[in-house]
């Protein structure tokens, strides 16, 4: 198996909670992830690492023209009020891990979002795997700020 991370920052328009309230509601993610098709919400409880929810999520990526479908399981892991953690099985061997920490921003009323993922998959398909993710998460972080201050009006 191989690696590939990326980490992404952004400032939103609420408070620490509430972008992390949102966040692991993967529900909201619809129309702001670019893949997200549905997410529904299988199991839950609390362990040591927090409260969780194992959700089972569909997406439809593309391979060049062609979208697909792909379902596969997530657990989130609620590590405290401003952070959570993820884990992503798409595949056999294929991995997503994230880490996302809300902090409050400089400004009132704002927070800077931070989120470390590591993609674990097969050397052949790390590439394919690893761009797909970063895409669909930095085009989550360009949208979110927009979508969260679209609540509060």
Aim: hydrophobic content about 35%; overall charge neutral; glycine content about 8%.
């Amino acid at each position: 198996m191989a690696q590939r991370s990326f980490e992404l920052t952004t400032v939103v328009p609420v408070g620490p909670e509430q972008v992390i309230d949102f966040l692991v509601d993967l529900r909201r993610h619809k129309g702001l992830h670019p893949y997200l098709a549905d997410a529904q919400i299988v199991d839950e409880g609390d362990s040591a690492d927090g409260h969780w929810q194992q959700w089972t999520v569909r997406e439809r990526p593309r391979l060049g023209p062609i979208r697909y479908s792909i379902r596969f399981g997530a657990r989130l892991f609620r590590t405290s009020p401003t952070s959570f953690t993820s884990w992503v099985v798409a595949a056999p061997g294929c991995t997503i891990e994230a880490g996302t920490v809300a902090r409050h921003g400089t400004a009132p009323g704002t927070s800077v979002l931070e989120e470390r993922s590591v993609v674990t998959a097969p050397r052949l398909l790390l590439g394919y795997m690893g761009s797909q993710a970063e895409l669909a998460h930095t085009r989550t972080y360009r949208r979110l700020p927009d979508v969260l201050g679209s609540q509060d009006s």
